[in-house]
């Protein structure tokens, strides 16, 4: 990767043109007020902490337009604000097209040139940190630790991206030669899991104060375990037979060694974090007079819980409206812009409260189909005759109870009239559910969004996903009573019935509680790929069309097709950009573009 850049003073605040309007030599000499010559920052500890801040600030949180969960199986994006969020679920991507990737503030941060700009700034530091002399050894150690965590942390979604990439490990200079090949999948996977060791060396397990939310080895070990689990997967074990006789397969998987091996150092990773003993599910032994919905509900809405490992905090202040949850997924009649709307296949994989699949074919289920599902339910989704808090003011006369509106209601005329949150809301006239739905994971009742900026934090990793990394790896290696016992943890938190499945059906048994335990957190973009599940799940995507009929005491229910998908095997990997490739003749393209 070419480095065009080199920055002799760092900026720390708001970048701004110096305007040079004078040939004064004394004007010339003046260093610029926003900004701080390189020697200052790197010789006091503060400010080198302000310099990993911004390194920080750029690891993309999900809570950017848009959430990652619309380019999967779980929602999909406002087809009337669709900036090529629809071609992108049809692995219409290519090398000179990356369609919303290079548009959207949360998809332009997956990008190859994104990553590398902040790998940099990790080696920078790393250079820099050496050179100079510090008193308090401590702090110096801590912001090295931090710094090795979020390079493994670029790198580990480079990977995932891309498959192996060059390993850069120096800041280059204009003389230096940037041709640079691509490291081997399994060589990238080796060198992220050093970085996160390294990290978990020199953090702490836990920060307080103004530090919550700053790395702990806690997050550097469980960055490890993420790693090393979604590396066991198919895709990376597959020998690369999906490319298609790719000459290059060493840089989409690995080429040799044993899946199970991997998936060994996957299950001990996970391990390693439960070991600690500093993390546990939030609530993870309900009494009888808690509410199960709101038990799960709070691990997000909450601003700090036992279960947190790595998040992001936000401040009202701080909360850029556009890139507000409050806003992006509230319902239209709330006065939100409803951009992710849940598809019928992620609703109806909420299970019963007794645990039975629900099925559109069975008539008790079709009569009430938002009755007695998992308490997970209605905390992921906004659905007809749900209750929220009250409407805005200028819409609440026309619903004083705060209840979801997504059907259409029949008039004595003949004529149908939309719901308040419906796609014919009478509410706004540029936007709607297309599925008789919406997100409401993330939203907090007690905020009155989006009045009110909405201060959620994002929660990178939690203790969920290390009990779910170990429940699957035990489930691959056959070991399942361990995996029945750490996924039914979760599952009891919620009042489900315990797992009872074995072999095969255990594995998907885990993969399910996977999709639903962590729907919406950008995990499911990835695991849908290392399964090689994508081209099942990855078709037409459906909602439902509900009509109230005069004088017809209950709702019908039609499921209707709201967007064309199509899967791509290509589509497992990100294209390297065109530009990219013409900077460097040593980049190999990935498959099937």
């Known amino acids: 990767m070419k480095i065009k850049h080199i920055y002799r003073y760092i900026t720390l605040g708001l970048l701004g043109v110096i305007l040079l309007t004078s040939c004064d030599k004394d004007f010339l000499d003046r260093s610029p007020k926003n900004q701080f010559a390189e020697d200052d920052v790197w010789s006091q500890l503060p400010m080198m902490e302000q310099f990993v801040n911004d390194i920080y600030w750029n690891v993309g ?37 990356y369609l919303v990737f290079d548009t959207w503030s949360r998809t332009s941060k997956m990008r190859w040139e994104h990553h590398y700009k902040y790998i940099r700034a990790c080696n920078v ?58 490291n081997t999948f399994e060589e990238c996977i080796d060198f992220i899991v050093e970085e996160c060791e390294k990290g978990a060396e020199l953090l702490p397990e836990m920060h307080e104060g103004s530090n919550l939310g700053r790395a702990t080895k806690g997050a550097a070990m469980s960055l490890k ?96 409206w556009s890139l507000n949850i409050g806003v992006q997924n509230l319902p ?13 296949g992620m609703v109806d994989d909420f299970e019963m409260a007794t645990g039975e699949q629900f099925d559109w074919d069975n008539p008790e289920h079709r009569a009430e189909p938002y009755k007695n599902r998992d308490p997970r339910f209605y905390v992921n989704i906004f659905f007809d005759g749900a209750q ?39 509410v706004t006239t540029w936007s709607g559910t297309h599925t008789g739905y919406y997100f409401r994971k993330f939203q907090d009742i007690s905020i009155e969004a989006p009045k009110v900026r909405t ?3 994002w929660r990178f990793i939690r203790y969920a996903e290390i009990l779910l990394n170990y429940a699957e790896a035990c489930a691959e290696l056959g070991e399942y009573g361990e995996a029945r016992t750490y996924t039914n943890m979760l599952r009891k938190r919620v009042g489900m019935p315990d797992l009872t499945q074995v072999d095969a059906d255990l594995v998907d048994a885990v993969r399910h509680e996977r999709k639903i335990e962590l729907m919406g957190e950008d995990q499911r973009f990835f695991d849908i790929r290392r399964w090689m599940i994508a081209p099942e799940v990855m078709q037409n995507a459906f909602g439902v069309d509900i009509k109230y009929h005069l004088n017809e005491e209950r709702p019908r229910y039609n499921i209707i097709q709201v967007q064309e998908r199509e899967w791509k095997d290509r589509f497992y990997f990100f294209p390297i950009k065109l530009e990219e490739l013409n900077k460097n003749e040593l980049l190999i393209q990935n498959p099937l573009y």
């Open 455 to 457: 201060t959620t934090p």
């Open 332 to 344: 239209t009649g709330y006065k939100g812009w409803g951009n992710m709307a849940p598809i019928n």
């Open 388 to 426: 929220w808090r009250q409407r805005p003011e200028d819409v609440v006369a026309a619903d004083p109870y705060g209840i979801i509106q997504t059907g259409s209601y029949e008039q004595p005329d003949g004529t149908w009239v939309g719901g308040l949150d419906s796609f014919d809301t009478p």
């Open 61 to 97: 949180h999900s809570f950017d337009r848009p959430m990652m969960s619309v380019f999967t199986d779980e929602t999909m994006f406002d087809p009337g604000s669709d900036q090529g969020h629809g071609n992108v679920v049809k692995s219409l991507i290519t090398p000179s097209d």
């Open 125 to 182: 530091f790393l250079e820099q940190v050496e050179n100079n002399e510090y008193e308090d050894q401590e702090f110096k150690n801590r912001l090295i630790g931090e710094v090795h965590f979020l390079r493994a942390y670029h790198y580990h979604n480079l990977v995932f991206q891309y498959g192996g990439v060059p390993l850069i490990t120096k800041s280059y200079e204009l003389t230096d030669d940037f041709l640079l090949a691509r």
């Open 225 to 320: 375990s993420r790693v090393l689990l979604y590396a066991a997967s198919e895709l990376y074990n597959s020998d690369a037979a999906w490319a298609q006789g790719y000459s290059n397969p060493e840089l989409v998987g690995y080429v040799g060694g044993s899946q199970t091996d991997r998936l060994k150092l996957a299950k001990d990773a996970a391990k390693a974090v439960m070991d600690m003993g500093i993390y546990s599910l939030y609530k993870g032994e309900p009494t009888e007079n808690d509410s199960l919905a709101r038990n799960y509900d709070e691990v997000f809405t909450l601003k700090q819980t036992q279960e947190d490992i790595f998040i992001r905090n936000f401040t009202e202040s701080g909360q850029i």
